[in-house]
């Protein structure tokens, strides 16, 4: 996945495939407060088109200034349906662990009443599709989606 992860006047645009380990890696090294601002499905090829589009921001590394060329990208992004990270804001920051996505999937199905199978049932996804949520055996981004959508978590946007 590409994420747009902001920390004060500057943005970095890269690629995790878990995104709440990799805030978790830069919040370390970094003495701002970060936000995820935008989470999209994707790999390495979007990732320098998103670098070579916004060169001219260019500060170092993976690292870009905030302006308002990346905001209008972030907020058409966002409008698109596009956007993930709203996970990250819809209360997995207050988390005791925000690396564990699966946990959290779980703890929402749980509170809910309902079983894996049921899950899997509601979504129209197998069982192991829906089980993999939860293990975090790499779901797709689709499926993460459905998991959240179905819990009506994941896709307020403050």
Known sequence: MVYFVRAGEYVKIGVADNIFSRMSALQTGCPM???CLLLLQGGYDL????HDRFRA????GEWF???DDVAAYVKDARDSGNDLSGVLRSGLEDSTDTDDFGAFVRELRRTAG???QDVAIRLGISKTAALAVETGSNP???VMRRHLRLFGAGFHIR
């Open 114 to 116: 309902l079983s894996v």
């Open 140 to 142: 797709t981004l689709d």
């Open 57 to 60: 921001l260019h500060q170092r």
């Open 33 to 35: 407060q970060l936000e």
């Open 65 to 67: 200034v905030w302006g």
């Open 47 to 50: 990732e320098m088109e998103l």
